[in-house]
């Protein structure tokens, strides 16, 4: 059965680092892109960061170098490395993988709750 399985959210101060991963079985991420999106209270999901099959990375405006988002192709996982976290990362953080070799399926993980103190 594919899955996508998130693990690594938690609490950090403001100015704290998180690592999020994105476990997948029955799923070869390296075939198209997968990305990390998230989603607030009250608003509606945004993409994060992706990394596509070729390698390259794609970053949203507000996270711009401060997430590093890459993909280990022997262990099947992708990452986000979050560093100088600001109250406004706080959300659930959910990776995606879109089966587009295949038959165009979206995968989602569980999410994981990131959440920043000030």
């Known amino acids: 059965q594919a899955q996508l399985v998130e693990s690594g959210g938690g609490l950090v101060q403001a100015g704290g680092s998180l690592r999020l991963s994105c476990a997948a079985s029955?799923?070869?991420?390296?075939?198209?892109?997968t990305g990390w999106y998230r989603q607030a209270p009250g608003n509606e999901r945004e993409m994060v960061a992706t990394?596509?099959?070729?390698?390259?990375?794609v970053y949203a405006d507000s996270v711009k170098g401060r997430f590093t988002i890459w993909r280990d192709n022997d262990l099947n996982t992708v990452y986000l490395q979050m560093d100088s976290l600001k109250p406004e990362d706080t959300a659930v953080y959910y990776c995606?993988?879109?089966?587009?070799?295949?038959?165009?399926?979206?995968?989602w993980g569980q999410g994981t709750q990131v959440t920043v103190s000030s």
């Open positions: 995606n993988h879109r089966r587009t070799y295949r038959d165009n399926r979206d995968f």
């Open positions: 029955g799923i070869t991420l390296s075939r198209a892109t």
């Open positions: 990394v596509g099959s070729g390698g390259i990375r």
